[in-house]
């Protein structure tokens, strides 16, 4: 939940691609930031409620599912390669996976706090 912490990610990944791109959350992602806004963690549960307004006032929930028996993250991948999207995502796993099947990713950068886009060519 980067965004809960200050980085400019929308500013970061639109400086990167040299374009303003359309931000998409698909709805399992979304039902996850839900659930978490109501942990009994109140930091959890902040962070998530704030993201969540970002998500809401920024960015597309797009209907799009998980298949039976898919997580999450193999719905991300499935979207983000049937679409030819980008995944932003800091999930080192996930990010590995991305690469693996050369699927372009927006990720943090810690030593600068900014977002990187790789295997993204314009």
């Known amino acids: 939940m980067l965004l809960a912490h200050g980085v400019r990610v929308f500013d970061d990944i639109s400086e990167a691609l040299e374009a303003k ?3 998409v959350v698909i709805k399992p992602v979304y039902n996850e930031l839900r659930k978490l806004a109501n942990s009994s963690e109140a930091k959890t549960r902040r962070n998530a409620e704030f993201v969540l ?3 809401e006032k920024l960015c597309e929930v797009v209907d ?3 298949k039976n028996g898919e997580t999450v993250d193999d719905a991300i991948i499935q979207y983000a390669l049937e679409n030819n999207a980008i995944v932003a995502t800091n999930d080192r796993e996930l990010r590995r996976r991305l690469r693996s099947l050369n699927i372009p990713e927006a990720y943090l950068r810690e030593e600068s706090m900014r977002i990187h886009v790789e295997g993204y060519y314009k």
């Open 53 to 55: 307004s970002v998500v």
């Open 21 to 23: 791109p359309r931000f």
């Open 64 to 66: 799009y599912m998980a």
